[in-house]
């Protein structure tokens, strides 16, 4: 038995009213030792509803007797006001018989495809899934990894001699000296080698939240350099003004903060600071979902007026001569 794991991820439906095939399924996604996606049907299972599941996608890597028991959240989102995306949740057992569980009943296609519902935006549909292992039976055993790790050393040797057939020694110098230049204009900040773009920016992170890394017990410099770069980078997005970011933009920021929660940083007053993003998007929103009303109003009256303006005009003209005798 595995321990528990959990992921969050975002699938972005594209061109959903022109889909004409029963189902649609995402992106595999690798999540603990296996792959799964989501599968909606567009036009309803059985049902006037939009219908949402999740199945394994590699069953054949799994070994005989595997199951998974998962808890399994599914959200439609409403790019128009958060508070209206519609959820669900179920946990089930997972396994050679039944790969596959969702919502039959997830949403009415009338509420999914209504104008300004919000669900459907600009012919797009998000929806976003969290998957959590609460129990695991059944993994690749020790021979099976040894196995792999003897092809994935077969494979690295067989890269290593392409390589080493295509760089020249002088290139590969080249590429030394690059390595190490990068290497060389990174500046330590509070344990993470940093880029000089971003040392401002980490120091002020640290300075105001310095507990953040704590958590965060990855020793290999790269890798800490990596999501040090990758915190910074979710900050400026969120610094983005309201016109540049999008709800897809807002999602993958959620997701992002979720991913360094859980590799050990303390991200909560940035997780506070995206829902106060978010409040602002949905009334940027809401404004000018009005003020489009309000100019297709305006529109409507000025045509009026100019119609109406014609017709004094045409009465208060003076007669002709041959229209009084």
């Given amino acids: 038995m595995a321990k528990a794991v959990d992921k969050k991820f975002c699938w972005e439906i594209k061109n959903f009213s022109s889909i004409n095939s029963e189902r649609c399924h995402s992106v595999p996604v690798v999540i603990g030792d296996c792959k799964w996606r989501l599968v909606a049907f567009p036009k309803g299972y059985k049902a006037d ?29 409403n790019q128009l006001s958060q508070e209206l995306s519609v959820q669900q949740e179920t946990q089930r057992w997972f396994d050679q018989n039944a790969p596959g569980w969702g919502f039959e009943n997830m949403l009415l296609l009338t509420e ?31 021979s099976e990894e040894i196995i792999k790790s003897s092809d994935l050393i077969n494979k690295t040797q067989e890269v290593a001699q392409q390589v080493k057939e295509i760089i020249q020694p002088n290139d590969l110098i080249n590429k030394t000296q690059e390595v190490a230049q990068q290497v060389k204009e990174s500046i330590d900040v509070n344990g993470f080698q940093v880029l000089p773009s971003q040392v401002e920016s980490v120091r002020r992170i640290f300075k105001k939240h310095p507990d953040i890394a704590v958590g965060f017990q990855v020793k290999n410099q790269h890798l800490r350099k990596t999501f040090m770069s990758f915190l910074v980078n979710v900050i400026e997005t969120m610094c983005q003004s309201l016109q ?25 007053w940035l997780e506070k600071k995206l829902d106060h993003v978010k409040e602002k998007k949905e009334k940027e929103q809401s404004g000018l979902v009005i003020l489009q009303g309000i100019e297709q109003q305006l529109h409507e009256l000025m045509h009026k007026c100019e119609k109406k303006k014609s017709e004094v005009l045409s009465v208060g003209a003076p007669l002709k001569f041959d229209d009084v005798v």
């Fill in 49 to 77: 509803y939009l219908s949402l599941y999740l199945e394994v996608a590699d069953l054949k890597s799994l070994p005989s007797g595997w199951r998974r028991y998962v808890k399994f959240r599914a959200s439609i989102v």
């Fill in 112 to 142: 999914l495809n209504a104008k300004d519902g919000g669900f459907l935006v600009n012919g797009q549909v998000m929806i976003v899934a969290e998957v959590e292992f609460l129990e695991v039976i059944g993994t690749l055993d020790e």
């Fill in 244 to 268: 540049e970011l999008s709800n897809e933009d807002l999602v993958e920021v959620d997701i992002a903060l979720t991913y360094l929660k859980d590799a050990g940083f303390k991200v909560d």
